[in-house]
């Protein structure tokens, strides 16, 4: 069993930053890729960003933060963050961190590292609101 428990959400004008935060607790050694996650209003939840989390360190983004949003871990304290820039009215939605617990090929390829059907451990997600 994974814990993920999400923090940094808030409400920023467009333009504006903020920072998420995702602690994990229990066997998080059994985790392979920890990601982020959005769903907006209306709308199907889409992968962020997502990070492999052992050797090589590989990240991946969606298209339309790449650029903007930077993902980042700290393996000591077991901590995922999301940097977020440059910040759209499309950027509101609430986020969510997950964790996906097997690789699906070569990490390198990040096949399935955006995929909300890879992953099985999810936090309860915190809110973003960007105003234009």
């Given at each position: ?16 930053s ?25 709308k ?15 990240t ?18 077991n ?13 509101t ?8 617990n ?7 390829l ?8 890879e ?8 809110q ?5």
């Amino acid at each position: 069993q994974v814990q993920l428990v999400e923090s940094g959400g808030g409400s920023v004008q467009a333009g504006g930053s903020l920072r998420l935060s995702c602690a994990a607790s229990g066997a998080t050694d059994t985790i392979y890729y920890r990601g982020w996650f959005r769903q907006a209003p209306g709308k199907r939840r889409e992968g962020v960003a997502a990070v492999y989390t052992r050797r090589g360190g590989y990240t991946y983004y969606a298209d339309s933060v790449k650029g903007r949003f930077t993902i980042s871990q700290d393996n000591a304290k077991n901590t995922l963050y999301l940097q977020m820039n440059s910040l759209k009215p499309e950027d509101t939605a609430m986020y969510y961190c997950a964790s996906k617990n097997w690789v699906t090929g070569p990490p390198a390829l990040g096949i399935g590292s955006l995929t909300e059907s890879e992953y099985y451990y999810w936090g309860q997600g915190t809110q973003v609101t960007v105003s234009s």
